[in-house]
């Protein structure tokens, strides 16, 4: 077990440095043939922000090992909003921005609702996953399409770029496309190892081991937006990322390996993410028409919901 642990943080590192490598090469690679910002923002950067959680799950299904999937899913948003957002939000209080009010965190209910109806009959198939799938798309257009029309540019300064041929963008595009493929197969067979020696199901391995990797970049991005201050970005960061871990991650499942899930995947765990989604917008929303904070007390709040979701589901495992 101690060489699948190795296994798993070695899995970790490479999916973070590929998803790292394959974002400057595509960018790069982009820019030389003359692709605006705007496109790569919206395309290029948000896939490789979700690339750990989107690899890992697509290899889970392919190894026909769909509730791993599943569980990284859910469980990432379990600990982006538990963990990542609560600590940012003990760190320093945090103001949510309207946008976020009027539209994004809509858009998180929205999804969230209906990824909970897809799941209810406990079968996750194609039917299900191309709704998802057409969802994704929508909101990509709407997205895209509001970006142009407001000439909006995402931010950043092309100065700070470091240029690169376009011989040495493919090479780091092929080479983070292959870090990210070969890491996410180590990772789930270290994972699904553990969960054998364990005897716990692949369901929970996603959930807590899986997840808590795969969500290491919105940990340390939004603890570092708090730190200097900019506090929409951070839950920004969160709320985005939790949309595309249910529109981007879960069709791969229904696609590669359709099937039934095991019914506390619904009962414990996608309860616990609607309510702390929920929780999250009854803060947003209050804070606003209070003029407060996503306070420290909040962020405190966020923290002992997911201790206590993770302490009953491990005693779950365990009776």
């Given at each position: 077990m101690f060489?699948?642990?190795?296994?798993?943080?070695l899995g970790f590192i490479g999916l973070i440095w590929g998803a790292d490598k394959f974002v400057f090469g595509a960018?790069?690679?982009a820019r030389n043939m003359g692709v605006s910002p705007l496109m790569i923002g919206l395309t290029i950067v948000a896939f490789g922000t979700s690339a750990p959680e989107?690899?890992?799950s697509a290899i889970s299904a392919l190894n026909g090992k769909p509730e791993l999937a599943v569980g990284n899913a859910i469980g990432s948003n379990i600990f982006n909003v538990g963990v990542a957002l609560?600590?940012?939000a003990v760190i320093s209080p945090l103001r949510p921005p309207d946008s976020l009010i009027n539209k994004e965190i809509p858009a998180l209910l929205l999804v969230t609702l209906i990824t909970g109806a897809l799941l209810f009959d406990l079968f996750l198939g194609v039917f299900d996953a191309v709704i998802l799938i057409i969802i994704t798309l929508y909101f990509g257009y709407r997205l895209f399409r509001k970006k142009v029309k407001t000439g909006s540019t995402p931010t950043g300064n092309d100065d700070d770029f470091n240029p690169a041929s376009n011989v040495?963008?493919?090479?780091?595009?092929?080479?983070?496309?292959?870090?990210?493929?070969?890491?996410?197969?180590?990772?789930?067979?270290?994972a699904s190892s553990i969960a054998e020696t364990l005897g716990v199901s692949a369901a929970v391995v996603g959930?807590?081991?899986?997840?808590?990797g795969t969500s290491l970049p919105e940990l340390a991005a939004s603890i570092t937006c708090v730190l200097k201050g900019h506090h929409d970005l951070a839950i920004g960061n969160?709320?985005?990322?939790?949309?595309?871990?249910?529109?981007?991650?879960?069709?791969f499942p229904g696609l590669f390996s359709p099937g039934l899930i095991e019914p506390a995947l619904l009962y414990r765990d996608y309860t616990m993410m609607l309510l702390?989604?929920?929780?999250?917008?009854?803060?947003?929303?209050?804070g606003i028409k209070k003029g407060k904070m996503i306070s420290r007390l909040n962020g405190v709040t966020f923290l002992a919901m997911y201790c206590g979701w993770f302490a009953f589901m491990l005693f779950q495992e365990h009776v």
């Open positions: 060489l699948d642990a190795v296994i798993i943080v960018s790069a690679l989107i690899f890992s609560g600590i940012a040495q963008a493919a090479a780091y595009l092929l080479l983070g496309l292959v870090l990210l493929v070969l890491s996410a197969q180590a990772l789930v067979a270290a959930l807590t081991i899986v997840a808590l969160i709320v985005g990322s939790n949309i595309l871990n249910l529109l981007a991650v879960l069709p702390l989604t929920f929780l999250l917008a009854y803060f947003c929303y209050s």
